[in-house]
């Protein structure tokens, strides 16, 4: 009977981590400052960052004695599409990132499934938690003045009438008779 030697495969990828220089010590740190391309594309439609695309890992891992906890902060590029007049650009943005991943079986009893990353083995994958942190970051509904710019960048989209919820001066049409006859209900107030 032959025996063939086992090999483990790990886990890689441009976001995996290798945790074995770390050591298992409670307390014990090591830095991660590198650059990673992005397996696939994180964000939405509007606004995403595209798969391929340059993050810039600034992070530190610390051996708890339930896992690993990663702290820091991720930047890269996104491309952005107007929500308003559809012109696109690109945008540096960034997180910061506060994630626990657990050693297999030492993770809190009341932590739901879940929400628990978990290592494995001694690698840790970033990509999920990367997902998650710029998807709560991102709005969903992205316009170029929410980037920096003062106005929209297709100049073929007219500017935008006014500003939601502004009604200073402003009569509703359906109301414009009572106006007239009773005046303007802001006049009476400062009046009083």
Do not use: Q
Request: aromatic share 4%; proline share 6%; hydrophobic share 35%.
């Amino acid at each position: 009977m032959s025996t063939k030697p086992r090999t483990h495969r790990f886990p890689s990828g441009p976001l995996v981590l290798d945790t074995r220089s770390l050591g298992r010590n409670p307390g014990a740190t090591m830095e991660v400052r590198r650059g990673a391309a992005v397996p696939t594309t994180i964000g939405v439609e509007m606004i995403a960052i595209p798969e391929g695309s340059e993050l810039d890992l600034d992070l530190t891992l610390t051996f708890v004695d339930e896992g690993i906890l990663v702290t820091g902060s991720v930047t890269g590029s996104a491309r952005v599409e107007c929500a308003r007049c559809l012109g696109e650009f690109r945008t540096d943005v960034g997180v910061d990132l506060t994630e626990m991943y657990a050693i297999e079986g030492k993770a809190a009893a009341d932590a739901e499934e879940d929400e628990v990353r978990l290592l494995d083995g001694d690698m840790l994958n970033l990509e999920s938690a990367l997902i998650d942190a710029f998807g709560l970051e991102f709005p969903l509904s992205p316009t170029c003045t929410d980037y920096g710019h003062e106005t929209c960048i297709n100049p073929d989209i007219p500017a935008p009438d006014g500003v939601s919820g502004e009604e200073e001066g402003r009569i509703d049409p359906r109301w414009a008779g009572l106006a007239d006859k009773f005046g303007s209900l802001g006049s009476d107030e400062e009046g009083k």
